[in-house]
């Protein structure tokens, strides 16, 4: 877990935490922390906005996919979104060993992957249904590194909620769709780990902006060979810098911020939450409805998250 209060972090420590305190020691800012309650609400409250712009900004980015089809829009996304990174933070990229740029090269691919599976994902399944399949991730990796008996219930509950969606919705989820959703949660809970190392070799986000950039690389020949010239209409650029600061800009830098006052088993385990969000996204976007049984599941994942994030505060 994170010591927020004195800025070291241990093996286990929230993915962008360390990214907040710095990279090697030399390199470390001093984090002044806000006392642990109200350091934990706005941490959760950070969370929750984070939750809101990524899930809302997925909605809009699959308006593009009759356009540029799902590898188009995350390939505008990943790509926008390494430019500005880049021109913000102006990564310093002397000084780092090969392990370093190894570390942000896996940080890069985890992150790449995750959105190319996430993406395929929503242009088949709801929005909804394929978070509450990405979020087993996350969830799992709470549990494994709270390592705490009631993390088995919660993970249990969310693993029912899950059965429920496929017995519910597998008939009417296209398997591929959810195939994919559940390989970028696979995808997710590598992102949170590979983003703690990295965080501990590079100073401020420099590590993100070197990651992005390597999903940026992975994308782009996916996203020419779908749509070639299509990605550079009008429309379709109108939309990209608003789908990069949504899905991604604004909740890394509120994810950067939260890790500063949350534990990693926390931080993972909000994002049980998810599934609830993308489902109003998908209905409010997208005119997506869920019926009574993938509804039910979505509430069941909502809860494990939400009992999981009580039990480790009373732990």
Partial sequence: MTNTTSGTVSPVASPVAVAATGGPAGDRVPVVAAPARAGGASGVAMVLASTLSVQFGSAVAATLFPRVGALGTVTLRVTVTAVLLLAVCRPRLRG???????????FGAALGG???????????IPLGAAVTLEVLGPLLLSVVTARRA??????????AGVFLL????????????????LGAGALCAAYIVLNSRTGQRFPRLDGLAVAMTVAALMSLPLGIGSCGGTLLEPGVLG????????????????????LRRLSAPTFAVLTGLAPAVGALAGFLVLGQELSVGQGLAVLLVVAAGTGAVRSGRRG
């Fill in 96 to 106: 780092h060993s090969r392990a370093d740029w190894a570390v942000a090269g896996a």
């Fill in 150 to 159: 009631a993390g088995l219930l919660w993970a249990a509950l969310a693993f």
């Fill in 114 to 124: 995750m959105n190319i599976l996430f993406y395929q994902a929503i242009e088949r």
């Fill in 166 to 181: 496929g017995r519910d919705g597998f008939g009417r989820l296209d398997p591929a769709g959810a195939g994919f959703a």
């Fill in 239 to 258: 939309l990209g810098p608003a789908v990069a600061v949504l899905s991604s800009g604004l909740p890394y830098t509120l994810e950067l911020l939260a």
